[in-house]
T-cell receptor
Framework: NAGVTQTPKFRVLKTGQSMTLLCAQDMNHEYMYWYRQDPGMGLRLIHYSVGEGTTAKGEVPDGYNVSRLKKQNFLLGLESAAPSQTSVYFC?????????????FGPGTRLTVL | QQQVKQSPQSLIVQKGGIPIINCAYE??????FPWYQQFPGKGPALLIAIRPDVSEKKEGRFTISFNKSAKQFSLHIMDSQPGDSATYFCAAGGSQGNLIFGKGTKLSVKP
């Protein structure tokens, strides 16, 4: 099993450009999450999904959109990138949010917005 | 009420020492307290987790101590090794399942 994979690993954007980050998991997990990690800020939840076709806002959703068209994929979109979105983005998945389930993280995407 | 406060931000210990990382939470609805370990360039990975019905949990050299009345929990690493050098995140969650993470502690274990 590959676990959780993220594409791309690195990306540089100019202000105003758009892009989509792809997350894929092969563990048949129901729940998927997008976090951003900034120095000294820990991990902050952007959006999450409790199942195929459903999404919900997390702690810092502004400027991002997500889609979960297939159970194994969770896409994070930036419609008009801003320098404040420079960060490392992590996708995670879990079998369920009930009963203390472990979240499995991908390797991250390092995004720089100039 | 959703914050999880973690300290210290960074920690340097000698090999064999016992680093201790502390976390405090406010929301009494939290009932799941995991610790994640992250090596440079990698995603976080679950290290150990505890529920509030026990005051301590050990897994190998890693121990969580939990104080429900004080709303605090801590990670102890016994006989620390240079390979334990990483960033450690505490987190707290409830039945909703979404975790609130602390800001992280960068641990360096010197040979």
């Amino acid at each position: 099993n590959a676990g959780v994979t993220q594409t791309p690993k690195f990306r540089v954007l100019k202000t105003g450009q758009s892009m989509t980050l792809l997350c894929a998991q092969d563990m048949n997990h129901e729940y998927m999450y997008w976090y951003r990690q900034d120095p000294g800020m820990g991990l902050r939840l952007i959006h999450y999904s409790v199942g195929e076709g459903t999404t919900a806002k997390g702690e810092v959703p502004d400027g991002y959109n997500v889609s979960r068209l297939k159970k194994q994929n969770f896409l994070l979109g930036l419609e008009s990138a801003a320098p404040s979105q420079t960060s490392v983005y992590f996708c995670a998945s879990s079998y369920s949010t009930a009963l203390y389930n472990e979240q499995f993280f991908g390797p991250g995407t390092r995004l720089t917005v100039l | 009420q959703q914050q999880v406060k973690q300290s210290p931000q960074s920690l340097i210990v000698q090999k064999g020492g016992i680093p201790i990382i502390n976390c405090a939470y406010e929301n009494t609805a939290f009932d799941y307290f995991p610790w994640y370990q992250q090596f440079p360039g990698k995603g976080p990975a679950l290290l150990i987790a505890i529920r509030p019905d026990v005051s301590e949990k050990k897994e190998g050299r890693f121990t969580i101590s939990f104080n429900k009345s004080a709303k605090q929990f801590s990670l102890h690493i016994m006989d620390s090794q240079p390979g334990d050098s990483a960033t450690y995140f505490c987190a707290a969650g409830g039945s909703q399942g979404n975790l609130i993470f602390g800001k992280g502690t960068k641990l360096s274990v010197k040979p």
